[in-house]
T-cell receptor, first 115, second 110 residues
Framework: EAGVAQSPRYKIIEKRQSVAFWCNPI?????LYWYQQILGQGPKLLIQ????????DSQLPKDRFSAERLKGVDSTLKIQPAKLEDSAVYLC?????????????FGPGTRLTVL | RKEVEQDPGPFNVPEGATVAFNCTYS??????FFWYRQDCRKEPKLLMS???SGNEDGRFTAQLNRASQYISLLIRDSKLSDSATYLC???????????FGGGTRVLVKP
């Protein structure tokens, strides 16, 4: 079974530029999550999708971050404009609707450096 | 108080030794938890799920102390490959959300 795919793996941009990340979850997984992991910290949930609907985006800085999952499969996360403090690893995860539904499978992440 | 707190370490462990570390949580209603393992520059991967007072899987033992609201992970006969960051994770009551601790770094040395 293929795992969660993410691209790009690495991205370096200057502050105030825009960047987008892509995620393809495990086939059949209805729930998709985007996390931000700053160096030395645990992952922090940014947004959760159930199919193509948003379940929770309370931690998403909506003035600069946006995410979509138009067809209920792939998802993109965008930052516009980026700030220095956005430097982090952005992890995508997915989980199934069949038990155990609380087990999340993570992709390899996108390491973002903002200069 | 943070929902989930961990000692960041690092715990320097001689190969073959036993190491144990704890995670404290603030929500007394928590009934289950996970330990995820994260290797350097890799994604977190599920190590153990615990839905009762504890679980054992080979050299790894996880225990939940509800009275004192902490979770422990014990690694016996440590291997060099056990070097990683161990993330304590609590499921939230609804919505399949997870709350991650900051992680405990373990370094196993020859």
């Amino acid at each position: 079974e293929a795992g969660v795919a993410q691209s790009p793996r690495y991205k370096i941009i200057e502050k105030r530029q825009s960047v987008a990340f892509w995620c393809n979850p495990i086939s059949g997984h209805a729930t998709l999550y985007w996390y931000q992991q700053i160096l030395g910290q645990g992952p922090k949930l940014l947004i959760q999708f159930q199919n193509n609907g948003v379940v929770d985006d309370s931690q998403l800085p909506k003035d600069r971050f946006s995410a979509e999952r138009l067809k209920g499969v792939d998802s993109t996360l965008k930052i516009q404009p980026a700030k220095l403090e956005d430097s982090a690893v952005y992890l995508c995860a997915s989980s199934s609707d069949t038990p155990p539904t609380d087990t999340q499978y993570f992709g390899p992440g996108t390491r973002l450096t903002v200069l | 108080r943070k929902e989930v707190e961990q000692d960041p370490g690092p715990f320097n462990v001689p190969e073959g030794a036993t190491v144990a570390f704890n995670c404290t949580y603030s929500n007394s209603a928590s009934q289950s938890f996970f330990w995820y393992r994260q290797d350097c520059r890799k994604e977190p991967k599920l190590l153990m799920s615990v839905y009762s007072s504890g679980n054992e899987d080979g050299r790894f033992t996880a225990q939940l102390n509800r009275a004192s609201q902490y979770i422990s992970l014990l690694i016996r006969d440590s291997k060099l490959s056990d070097s990683a960051t161990y993330l304590c994770v609590l499921p939230r009551p609804a919505g399949n959300k997870l709350t991650f601790g900051g992680g405990t770094r373990v370094l196993v040395k020859p």
